[in-house]
């Protein structure tokens, strides 16, 4: 097991964006949890440190919880390529889809099994009787019992799922429900309620959110400068080739040393044509090619709009073992687009050697687009959706999952009623492009909507209710 290290952030540093009412609250509420835990800790468990939303979740919330003065630790399980096969397996079918069609059956059983027998043993030497053990996802599921008997209290986060249970979502439930029934786990908690599957004891079912950390180099502020700058050193916008630097949070400056790996016919574009942005991990259910492909549609037209499909470098994201089939067959449909469109669009790989070099330039592309996208098939939360909306982006998200719970349809975002349907996309993308006044305005509510929603205090204010509760009734 790998163990990440991470910083500790006063919780009262959020006070510069919301209320200090919300931040008296919080601070009042992790006073109270650590009492409670009485010099217990909490250990986050999940799959990996880098290239995905759980890790960036974390990364955003346990600084918080180490500044609230609560001991906390965050451990990456360890697998082989088959294990991963068998977890991703689980994670499509959990969203409804067929993924690699492949089966979970006895064999992917004790495969699962033995991966995590491993893991278990380290983890054993750093749970302690009375620790909270936060688990998320199916790839460390198999983990809840066995810390359990060690005298930890277990709560299982699920990030993923969908609303409608289909033959394919209860085969992901079915592999997953020996690891998680009671008394495996203490409490679940979903993204939305409407996730957890019909054998979880509802009194146990809860409801939280993810949130975005508002000085994170993700979305820390940027000017439109520092944007170009940044965008054309790594060869997303034309433009001099000159250093780019950002500010860090200890207010030095520090260049950008990387550039991004771009396919693309003829040069970047100029910095004030409207460019269109999804930012992803290269995942069949982010349906970069249906993007890809509507967005081709639109340009038939006169339309002198651009289209960045960004994601990780494959190789980054040690949990996803269909990246590289994904952005292939992204290459794939991009080579087959005419002429006209595909000298408009950009499949980009942003580096990920560097994890605050990555989210400075999500940051750069979101600042510049003027629409974002994530025209997802299925989706968890989506938390490019809270990002690029806090940047008073105008973002058009499918009518999935949590997409549908961060925009108000018309109001703070546009959203696609059908995820599948191209000719409606490209007519909403359309609209929104040629109407700059509606996009600001849209932009400005959706910021709102995330300070007032989706800021680490009010996740945090919801994490602590629970595991409080949790110690109380131990």
């Given at each position: 097991?790998e163990?990440?290290?991470?910083?500790?952030t006063?919780p009262?540093?959020?006070?510069?964006v919301?209320s200090?009412?919300?931040?008296?609250?919080?601070?009042?509420?992790?006073e109270?949890?650590?009492e409670?835990?009485?010099?217990?800790?909490?250990?986050?468990?999940?799959?990996?440190?880098?290239?995905?939303?759980?890790?960036?979740?974390?990364?955003?919330?346990?600084?918080?919880?180490?500044?609230?003065?609560?001991?906390?630790?965050?451990?990456?399980?360890?697998g082989?390529?088959?294990?991963?096969?068998?977890?991703?397996?689980?994670?499509?079918?959990?969203?409804?889809?067929?993924?690699?069609?492949?089966?979970?059956?006895?064999?992917?059983?004790?495969?699962?099994?033995s991966?995590?027998?491993?893991?278990?043993?380290?983890l054993?030497?750093?749970?302690?009787?009375?620790?909270?053990?936060?688990?998320?996802?199916?790839?460390?599921?198999?983990?809840?019992?066995?810390?359990?008997?060690?005298?930890?209290?277990v709560?299982?986060?699920?990030h993923?799922?969908?609303?409608?249970?289909?033959?394919?979502?209860?085969?992901?439930?079915?592999?997953?429900?020996?690891?998680?029934?009671?008394?495996?786990?203490d409490?679940y908690?979903?993204?939305?309620?409407?996730?957890?599957?019909?054998?979880?004891?509802?009194?146990l079912?809860?409801?939280?959110?993810?949130?975005?950390?508002p000085?994170a180099?993700?979305?820390?502020?940027?000017?439109?400068?520092?944007?170009?700058?940044?965008?054309?050193?790594?060869?997303l916008?034309?433009?001099?080739?000159?250093?780019?630097?950002?500010?860090?949070?200890?207010?030095?400056?520090?260049?950008?040393?990387?550039?991004a790996?771009?396919?693309?016919?003829?040069?970047?574009?100029?910095?004030?044509?409207?460019?269109?942005v999804?930012?992803?991990?290269?995942?069949?259910?982010?349906?970069?090619?249906?993007?890809?492909?509507?967005?081709?549609?639109?340009?038939v037209?006169?339309?002198d709009?651009?289209?960045?499909?960004?994601?990780?470098?494959?190789?980054?994201?040690?949990?996803?073992?269909?990246g590289g089939?994904?952005?292939?067959?992204?290459?794939?449909?991009w080579?087959?687009?005419?002429?006209?469109?595909?000298?408009?669009?950009?499949?980009?790989?942003?580096?990920?050697?560097?994890?605050?070099?990555?989210?400075?330039?999500?940051?750069?592309l979101?600042?510049?687009?003027?629409?974002?996208?994530?025209?997802?098939?299925?989706?968890?939360?989506g938390?490019?959706v809270?990002?690029?909306?806090?940047?008073?982006?105008?973002?058009?998200?499918?009518?999935?999952g949590?997409?549908?719970?961060?925009?108000?349809?018309?109001?703070s975002g546009?959203?696609?009623?059908?995820?599948?349907?191209?000719?409606?996309?490209?007519?909403?993308l359309?609209?929104?492009?040629?109407?700059?006044?509606?996009?600001?305005?849209?932009?400005?509510?959706?910021r709102?909507?995330?300070?007032?929603?989706?800021?680490?205090?009010t996740?945090?204010?919801?994490?602590?209710?629970?595991?409080?509760?949790?110690?109380d009734?131990a």
């Amino acid at each position: 097991m790998e163990e990440v290290t991470f910083p500790t952030t006063d919780p009262r540093l959020l006070a510069t964006v919301v209320s200090d009412d919300r931040i008296d609250a919080l601070v009042g509420q992790g006073e109270r949890l650590r009492e409670r835990l009485d010099g217990a800790s909490i250990v986050c468990v999940n799959s990996t440190a880098a290239g995905g939303g759980v890790a960036e979740m974390l990364h955003v919330l346990l600084p918080y919880v180490r500044g609230a003065g609560i001991d906390v630790r965050w451990l990456v399980i360890e697998g082989d390529e088959r294990f991963f096969e068998i977890t991703k397996r689980i994670h499509n079918r959990l969203y409804g889809s067929e993924g690699d069609g492949g089966p979970l059956g006895a064999d992917e059983h004790r495969h699962y099994d033995s991966v995590l027998e491993g893991n278990a043993a380290q983890l054993a030497g750093v749970v302690r009787p009375g620790d909270v053990v936060l688990i998320h996802d199916p790839q460390p599921a198999g983990l809840s019992g066995i810390v359990r008997k060690r005298g930890a209290r277990v709560v299982w986060r699920c990030h993923i799922g969908t609303e409608s249970s289909s033959a394919c979502s209860e085969l992901g439930w079915a592999f997953l429900r020996r690891y998680l029934e009671p008394p495996m786990a203490d409490a679940y908690v979903f993204t939305r309620r409407q996730f957890a599957p019909s054998w979880l004891p509802a009194e146990l079912v809860h409801e939280i959110t993810p949130s975005i950390d508002p000085f994170a180099p993700k979305n820390q502020e940027l000017t439109e400068e520092e944007v170009e700058a940044l965008l054309a050193s790594a060869g997303l916008l034309s433009g001099r080739q000159r250093d780019a630097t950002y500010r860090r949070p200890d207010g030095t400056s520090r260049r950008i040393e990387r550039g991004a790996d771009i396919v693309r016919s003829g040069p970047p574009p100029d910095p004030g044509a409207p460019l269109v942005v999804q930012i992803s991990r290269w995942d069949r259910l982010k349906d970069m090619v249906g993007v890809m492909q509507g967005f081709a549609d639109l340009v038939v037209g006169d339309h002198d709009t651009q289209l960045v499909l960004a994601g990780p470098v494959v190789s980054s994201v040690a949990d996803d073992p269909e990246g590289g089939e994904v952005l292939q067959e992204c290459w794939e449909a991009w080579r087959g687009l005419p002429q006209h469109a595909r000298s408009r669009i950009a499949v980009v790989c942003l580096p990920m050697a560097d994890a605050e070099e990555n989210a400075i330039l999500v940051n750069a592309l979101q600042r510049h687009a003027a629409v974002v996208v994530q025209k997802s098939l299925a989706e968890g939360f989506g938390l490019t959706v809270a990002e690029a909306m806090f940047k008073r982006r105008t973002v058009l998200g499918s009518a999935v999952g949590g997409i549908s719970d961060q925009i108000v349809d018309g109001d703070s975002g546009l959203l696609l009623a059908e995820p599948t349907d191209l000719d409606a996309f490209a007519r909403l993308l359309g609209s929104i492009l040629d109407d700059a006044p509606r996009r600001v305005a849209i932009g400005e509510r959706a910021r709102l909507r995330v300070i007032d929603r989706f800021l680490p205090d009010t996740q945090l204010a919801r994490w602590t209710e629970l595991l409080a509760g949790l110690v109380d009734r131990a």
